[in-house]
């Protein structure tokens, strides 16, 4: 079996049965789950830098562009 994310061959960690790549991802146990989005507060915003309305209305198009390609 190859590592998924850098394509070398796995092995066994030591007194584990989890598949792990020499570059240090473990396979998880169980299928990941999808996450609940949860988007910035106006607030949260603000307080990263915007200094007005329209970077505001950017910092909110990027948002919704990422929630369509991750939910």
Not at 1 to 9: K, R
């Given at each position: 079996?190859?590592?998924?994310?850098?394509?070398?061959?796995t092995g066994n960690?030591?007194?584990?049965?989890l598949?792990?790549?020499k570059c240090g991802w473990q396979k998880p146990n169980s299928p990941v789950t999808q996450r609940t989005w949860?988007?910035?507060t106006d607030e949260e915003i603000w307080a990263e830098g915007a200094d007005n309305v329209i970077d505001l209305a950017f910092a909110?198009?990027?948002e919704?562009?990422?929630?369509?390609k991750n939910t």
């Open positions: 079996m190859h590592c998924t994310i850098c394509n070398l061959p960690i030591v007194g584990s049965t598949p792990q790549c949860v988007g910035l909110r198009d990027i919704a562009k990422l929630k369509e």
